[in-house]
């Protein structure tokens, strides 16, 4: 069983950045492959990004493409999400998920592990 839990969410300004951490116990974290979602209010949750275990391959949802990275660092069993060029939209609670698989991974149903979720609000 592998737990996790999210951390590094806040309220920043359209245009800051943030790093949210995801921290892995309970499993080999170099197992799994690692997905971040996000839920805003009233609307259901959607994929946000995904890193494979083995090659470190990524894959993002076109709405983040070129403003946040994912990158995991499997000696911590961590995984990371910095936003960057943050706007009001991206307003949500961000959950990290893990998967038993060397691939990057796209459906929430295919993740086996989930975090509680941290609260990100931007400003406008």
């Known amino acids: 069983q592998v737990q996790l839990v999210e951390s590094g969410g806040g309220l920043v300004q359209a245009g800051d950045s943030l790093r949210l951490s995801c921290a892995a116990s309970?499993?080999?974290?170099?197992?799994?492959?690692m997905g971040w979602f996000r839920q805003a209010p009233g609307k259901e949750r959607e994929f946000v990004a995904s890193?494979?275990?083995?090659?470190?391959?990524?894959i993002y949802a076109d709405s983040v493409k070129g403003r946040f990275t994912i990158s995991r660092e499997d000696a911590r069993s961590m995984a990371y999400l910095q936003m960057n060029s943050l706007k009001p939209e991206d307003t949500a609670v961000y959950y990290c998920?893990?998967?038993?698989?060397?691939?990057?991974?796209?459906?929430?149903?295919?993740?086996?592990?989930w975090g509680q979720g941290t609260q990100v609000t931007v400003s406008s």
């Open positions: 998920a893990a998967r038993w698989t060397s691939f990057v991974t796209v459906p929430e149903s295919e993740f086996d592990y």
């Open positions: 309970g499993g080999t974290f170099r197992s799994y492959s």
């Open positions: 890193i494979s275990r083995i090659n470190g391959n990524t």
